[in-house]
DNA sequence: CGGTCCCTTGAGCCACTTCAACTCACGTGG
DNA sequence: CCACGTGAGTTGAAGTGGCTCAAGGGACCG
C-alpha cells in the first residue's frame, strides 16, 4: 500500500456521491474530507486483516474491495463488495475491537482514510449519518438473513441466479469475476457453480469468457420474489 | 397486549442492569425510563408483525420474545431470543422502515416501550448507547455470517450443538424448547433436530421431556472452536 | 374424550459435495 | 522464444447427508 498524493476536491466530490452521506451538508463533508487520506492497494493486497484491531474508517474511492471470513477448514464466504462511495468497515470503528474479517483488493484500489476517533467524533455530530450507519447494517443484516433462508430452501442454481442479478444491478451486464469467486457469493463449491454457470449458458442467459461473465437476458435472472442481496 | 399500571422504579432498574445502556450515567437512564411505558403480552401473542412500519423502541422486561422471518415456502427462521434487558428492534427506530421480520412472545411477557422519535432523540444525545448499538448490531452480523459458514461445512449434529452451547450459556441447563423451536435455531427441519436430540440422548449429554431439555454434559457440546452463537 | 401439539422412527431419494483427471490461457523467467 | 507453473475452466463418477413423505404413539387441554 502507498499514500496518494493529496487531493482535496476529490475527496469532496466521493463523498457527496456516496449513499453513506446521504443528507449531509457540503459544508460537514468538506470537514470530514478534510480529515481524509488516500491509500492505494495493487490486486490482491491486503487492506485488513483478520483478528487486527480497527484503527480507522475506510471507504472504497475506486476500485473494489472483497471482504470475506474464512471458515474453519478455510472454506471463505464473500459477504460484501465494496465499490466507489462504499465504506468496508463501519463496526469496526465504533468499537475498535478486531473482528473475522478480511479484506483485500479485487482490483487495483484507491481507499479513502480516516483515523477512527476522527470519524466517531465527525458520526456522533452528525445525526444523519448514524442513521444512515444503521440503516446499511440493517441491510446488511437483512441480506446474510436472507442468505440463510436460500439456503434452507433454494437449489444453488436459484442461488446463483440471485446472485448474479444482484451483481447485475450494481455492475451492469459485465461482470468480472471467476467462478470460484462466485461460489464464495453463493456459498457452494467452484465445481457447482462452474456447471450450473454450464447451463446457463447452454440456455443463452449467459455468455463465459475467462473471468468473465456476460449476462445476455437479465429477465431470466429474476425470480418470482426478485429481491436482491445486499453485497 | 394491555398496558401495565406504571412503575418507574422497575423501568430504570431494567436499564441499568441491561448490556444495552452499559456506560449511561443513572440520570440519563431515568429521563429515558420517564419515557417508557409498560406493555403485556401473553405467550404466542405478536408484539409485531412482517411489513409493518417501526413507531417504538422496545426492551424486553421479562419473558422473552422470539424474532424470526418467514421463506418464501412457509420456512421460518428464528434470528433473536432476547430475554430481560435485550432489545428486539434495534433498526426500526432509526429508518422507521416496515422489515421482514416477525416477533412475537415466547413466555408471557412484559415489554418496555418507547416512542421512535424520543428514544432516538435520546441516542443521538448519548455517543455511549449509540456506540452499544453498532456493537450489538455487529454481534447480529458477525452471528448470522456464523450460520450462514457453518451450514457450509458442518452437519447438523455440530450445528445443534454449537445452538445448544449457547442457549446453555445464556438460559442454563435446564431449556424450554421444543425441538420444531430447536430447528429454527439451527436451520434444519424438525424431524433431523429430533433425530440429532435422540442421538445425543442415547450418548448421555442430555434428557428430554415434552418441550424441555436438559443438558448433563455441557462439555461435550463445546466443539473446538467453543465460539458461541448470538440470539 | 376429541383435538392438537409434540415426539418418534422408517424408507427413499436427490442435490451437492468430493475427488480426480485433463485442457486451456496466461505470464514469467531462463 | 520456449518451458514451465499457476490459475481458470470442464467434466465424470461416486457417495451421502439430510430433506421429504409417511405413519403412529403419547401428552396435555378444553
Known sequence: ????????????????????????SMDALKDLAKLAVLKQYVKNELVFQSDEPCDAFEVVEDGLIRVSRYSALGKR?????AGPGEP??????FTGAAREYVAEAAQDTIIVSI???????????????????????GHAID??????LDMLDKKVVDRLK????????????????????????VGTTTESSLRVMAD????????????????????????PDSETLWF
Not at 500500500?1 to 449531509?24: C, Q
Not at 466517531?120 to 440503516?135: E, G, R
Open 162 to 185: 440471485r446472485v448474479l442479478h444482484t451483481l447485475l444491478k450494481k455492475y451492469g451486464p459485465i461482470l468480472c469475476f471467476t467462478s470460484a469467486e462466485l461460489a464464495e457469493l
Open 200 to 223: 446457463l449458458r447452454h440456455n443463452g442467459i449467459i455468455e463465459t469468457r475467462r473471468g468473465q461473465i456476460e449476462i445476455l437476458k437479465p429477465e431470466a435472472l429474476a425470480g
Open 143 to 148: 441480506s446474510s438473513n436472507s442468505r440463510i
Open 115 to 137: 483515523v477512527r476517533k476522527d470519524f466517531t467524533q465527525f458520526a456522533f455530530a452528525h445525526p444523519q449519518l448514524i442513521t444512515n450507519i444503521i440503516d446499511i447494517l
Open 77 to 81: 464466504i464473500t459477504y460484501l463488495l
Open 88 to 93: 468496508i468497515n463501519l463496526i469496526g470503528p
Open 1 to 24: 500500500m502507498i499514500k496518494e498524493p493529496e487531493n482535496l476536491e476529490k475527496k469532496i466530490a466521493l463523498f457527496s456521491r456516496a449513499a453513506l452521506f446521504k443528507g449531509l
